[in-house]
């Protein structure tokens, strides 16, 4: 993993953060009774998170869904090359990048965590 990678993986997380972030301060101002203030900022959570997702997608998943291409005959290779444990790994790994469940695990971890950071400014508020 290269250096501009992993800026792109903070830059990301920073992105899910902002999004948890605007989430919870729109419904804490609908709860107050700022209903026209928390709508505007639930757009703007709205247009946001869409960038966020975006982003994700852009930086993150596409550029690991080249890197683990598992069309690769390399891959078939190797499940046939390793026995028992290692054997079962392979065809794990395989599984979850053809199906994309890997992809959906990590896309579904940052608005796992966007939920957590909002959970934790609403509670301080």
Known sequence: ????FIEDVMKSIAWTTLCGAVYA???S???TGNIYQGVLVFILFIMLSTLAVIYVAMHIVIPLDAAMYPEDPYWDEKKSEVKGVLKGYE????IFTRWKIFYLM????YFLYANEVTEYILSKA
């Open 1 to 4: 993993m290269g250096k501009a």
């Open 25 to 27: 301060i729109s419904l």
């Open 29 to 31: 101002s609908i709860k």
């Open 91 to 94: 065809v794990l790994k395989i």
């Open 106 to 109: 990590l896309t579904m971890g």
